[in-house]
């Protein structure tokens, strides 16, 4: 069975510019979540689907981040404009139904933002 | 709320047992244990849904003591493999709501 895919892997991008990243769950897992984790820290909620709807994003800086899952599938996360403290990791996962559910996660996006 | 775990990291020869506590001042309805080598994703451990639960994983099982609003993960004669860090992560309501993820315990085993 084939696992969370993200791409890219990494990005080093300036500050104000835009950046996307992009994620594929495992093939039948209803719900997506996407984490944005600090180095040093927990993995932080950013975003929660189930299917192609938002179950969460409070936690979202809706000023600069969206996300969409178009078709209730794969996800995309966009950064617009991008600030220094957006540097982080951003992992996307997926678990075939809502909490409380094994979440499987994808290997992340290293962002860095100059 | 977030959960506190503790100790912020720890350091243990091969062989040695280790306990790394995870707690709430809130209500634990669950608690999830991932463990997240460097630089990789974290990888699920394990589920305890209910008071009083206890489950294993290879050498490593955990408690969860609803009443204390604290959980436990047990690591016993630990491996090289086991070097990483330990996240608890607890849903901020009940229901099915999404987790709230410590800020983990670095476990280092050396030979």
């Known amino acids: ?114 | 709320q977030q959960p506190v775990q503790s100790p912020q990291a720890v350091i243990l020869r091969e062989g040695e047992d280790a306990v790394i506590n995870c707690s709430s001042s809130k209500a634990l309805y669950s608690v999830h244990w991932y463990r997240q080598k460097h630089g990789e994703a974290p990888v699920f451990l394990m589920i305890l849904l209910k008071g009083g639960e206890q489950k294993g994983h290879e050498k490593i099982s955990a408690s969860f003591n609803e009443k204390k609003q604290q959980s436990s993960l047990y690591l016993t004669a630990s491996q090289l493999s086991y070097s990483g860090t330990y996240f608890c992560g607890t849903p901020h309501n009940s229901g099915n709501t999404p987790l709230v993820f410590g800020k983990g315990t670095r476990l280092s085993v050396i030979a």
């Open chain 1, 1 to 114: 069975e084939a696992g969370v895919a993200q791409s890219p892997r990494y990005k080093i991008i300036e500050k104000r510019q835009s950046v996307a990243f992009w994620c594929n769950p495992i093939s039948g897992h209803a719900t997506l979540y996407w984490y944005q984790q600090i180095l040093g820290q927990g993995p932080k909620l950013l975003i929660q689907f189930q299917n192609n709807g938002v179950v969460d994003d409070s936690q979202l800086p809706k000023d600069r981040f969206s996300a969409e899952r178009l078709k209730g599938v794969d996800s995309t996360l966009k950064i617009q404009p991008a600030k220094l403290e957006d540097s982080a990791v951003y992992l996307c996962a997926s678990s075939p139904g809502l909490s409380p559910d094994t979440q499987y996660f994808g290997p992340g996006t290293r962002l860095t933002v100059l």
